[in-house]
């Protein structure tokens, strides 16, 4: 049982660059998230998806874009990376909006 | 709007028992949620309760809710050095599409 992950674990880019974090899950999930999590911020939710080709905006989405084509994948994208988008990102994931959501293992992500 | 507060250290002594705090602003919240992450990985769900409980007990875990001062507290009773983590707290209303808004977390550090 897979469940959730992340990919890649580690990535080292310059600014400009444009990275796509990928993320799957194998529990045929409705809601996907992405978070960031930065020193003296926590978690804050940078979009999220209720299902397959539907996505919203969260509390950072600036700089950001997501697609969700099929319901086991919710990739996030740095068209134009920058250094402030230095971060540990999570992927979660939930059977319900209300339910539960399981967490990946997290991306670190640097921007140089 | 949605807030969630938690002290940011704790230190206590290997099998003495540890108490994590958390308060929050939204009196709409229906379910309350504890996540411990480990260095380098994700976030662990530990455990939850719905607004309408006061406590839940799960082994050595002990959450209480004092819902009209919008208080959560986790208690781990007999601490261990695995213990030692950054712990979140969570909420989620049961009508925002799914959306948890997380505390900064509590770094707790278990002496032996």
């Known amino acids: 049982d897979a469940g959730i992950t992340q990919s890649p674990r580690y990535k080292i880019t310059e600014t400009g660059r444009q990275v796509t974090l990928m993320c799957h899950q194998t529990w045929s999930h409705s809601y996907m998230f992405w978070y960031r999590q930065d020193l003296g911020h926590g978690l804050r939710l940078i979009y999220y998806s209720a299902a397959a080709d539907i996505t919203d905006k969260g509390e950072v989405p600036d700089g950001y874009v997501v697609s969700r084509s099929k319901t086991e994948n919710f990739p996030l994208t740095l068209e134009s990376a920058t250094r402030s988008q230095t971060s540990v990102y999570f992927c979660?994931?939930?059977?319900?909006?209300?339910?539960?959501?399981?967490f990946g293992p997290g991306t670190r992500l640097t921007v140089l | 709007g949605e807030d969630v507060e938690q002290s940011l250290f704790l230190s206590v002594r290997e099998g003495d028992s540890s108490v994590i705090n958390c308060t929050y602003t939204?009196?709409?919240?229906?379910?309350l949620y504890w996540y411990k992450q480990e260095p380098g990985a994700g976030l662990q769900l530990l455990t939850y309760i719905f607004s309408n409980m006061d406590m839940k007990q799960d082994q050595r875990l002990t959450v209480l809710l004092n819902k009209k001062d919008k208080h959560l507290s986790l208690r781990i009773a007999d601490t261990q050095t695995g213990d030692s983590a950054i712990y979140f707290c969570?909420?989620?209303?049961?009508?925002?599409?799914?959306?948890?808004?997380f505390g900064d977390g509590t770094t707790l550090t278990v002496k032996p």
């Open positions: 969570a909420e989620k209303r049961g009508t925002n599409a799914g959306k948890s808004t």
């Open positions: 979660a994931s939930s059977r319900q909006g209300t339910d539960t959501q399981y």
């Open positions: 939204d009196s709409s919240s229906t379910y």
